[in-house]
């Protein structure tokens, strides 16, 4: 009997000390931009020490943010993958440049798409660009 107890509190206290991701939705605040989310397939997220959830409108956005704070303060970071709409850890997932049109729809800005598999991600990249993970994705933008 004692080891059911512990196996049930065990796996009890397993189940709360992971994060999760909380659902991003459409029309959220980037917390570092202030722009609308307005495609979820960019969008990303970050749980603080808190537990506490923090939309981002894209991978570039959250790396932006990320890189200003030296990576400190989080507890979990997570990002869309394009394909499936699933929010993933930044760390297991492959980046592909791209170029997504800004509010007013006249400029692009460079930004990530993410994926869970590498096939993905090597099917989106455009113009022989190199694939990158998180670490290069933080260390490829400029903080401002």
């Known amino acids: 009997m004692k080891t059911l107890y512990a196996l049930v509190l065990g796996a009890t206290l397993l189940a709360c000390a992971s994060v999760q991701p909380a659902a991003v939705q459409a029309g959220d605040r980037c917390l570092r931009c202030r722009r609308p ?3 979820l397939r960019l969008a990303g997220e970050i749980i603080d020490n808190m537990r ?7 991978a570039g956005c959250l790396a932006k943010y990320v890189k200003a704070n030296g990576g400190q303060g989080f507890t979990a970071i997570f990002v869309t993958d394009y394909r499936t709409g699933r ?3 930044a760390s297991n997932a492959w980046f592909a440049p791209t170029e997504i049109p800004t509010a007013d729809g006249k400029r692009t800005e460079a930004d990530y798409l993410a994926f869970g598999s590498r096939r993905d991600a090597d099917a989106a990249r455009a113009h022989n660009d190199p694939l990158l993970r998180w670490t290069q994705v933080v260390a490829d933008v400029s903080a401002n």
């Open 37 to 39: 989310v307005a495609d």
């Open 52 to 58: 506490a959830p923090f939309p981002f409108r894209t």
């Open 87 to 89: 929010m993933l850890p």
